[in-house]
DNA sequence: CAGGATCCAAAAGGATACTG
DNA sequence: CAGTATCCTTTTGGATCCTG
């Protein structure tokens, strides 16, 4: 049972703050975004969380990571992967089922969700 | 941040065994189990947590809990809710994303899948 | 700006045994 | 059959401060 891919899929995407720095990286009409610039959209998240986080994104490929090291300091610019952009599809249908049977969020039922970023799964 | 829907969710489904539960669940003819039908299903799960995952589910509303207290001992069936069948669809997307992008899973990627039950999602 | 290091508190989960 | 209870280990995450 420990191998099978639905438990193994929630090592990825089942922490803490994941699929929020996911939808975070697909929010806006940027589509690179710095850490110190997550962080503040993130809120209370720790700089040790992020950057945690991150990391494990990256290592499994849902984001990528592009340095710019002629810039002083160095600045990292991060972007949601193909894989990473196709997950932002089951996220919206997550939170459209969150909307539709749990939570009666006003925030998230607007598409210009300033948290959320998008609309209930079928508006998007 | 942490009035998000999707952050919500992820207290409702992001622990351990949680998605694997509602999918054993779905598995089969069969819609209600009883409890150790399901512990030995899903293999290596101890009681407690088990337990404290029904409860958890029933609580959310995903899981309903029948009773047939004229058996001694009494027992109990567990099943599906509506909002819960829903959610077997997302969790169907959160596999064949697994499929596509991360595992290479032999017993994934046939219909009749022990361990998960449901193929791909677009399969099924 | 982009983190890393450290320390600590809390929560989660496993092992095992037991019960009505 | 359907869980509880207890104990204990591991993991997780928050707070805070520091650095190139």
Redesign the interface.
Known sequence: ??????????D?????WT??IL?ELHKGDKYQKQFNELKA?????TPKMLSTRLKELEA??LVEKELDSSAIPVKSFYSLSE?GQ??I???K???G???????D?P??SVSDCR??GVAKATDN
Chains 1, 2 share one sequence.
């Open positions: 049972m420990k191998d099978c891919t639905l438990y193994k899929m929630m990825i995407i089942g922490k803490r699929l929020c939808l959209m993130l809120g209370d998240i499994h490929g894989s196709e997950f599809e089951i996220i249908e997550i939170k089922w969150g909307l539709k049977w749990k939570f969020n925030l998230c948290y959320c």
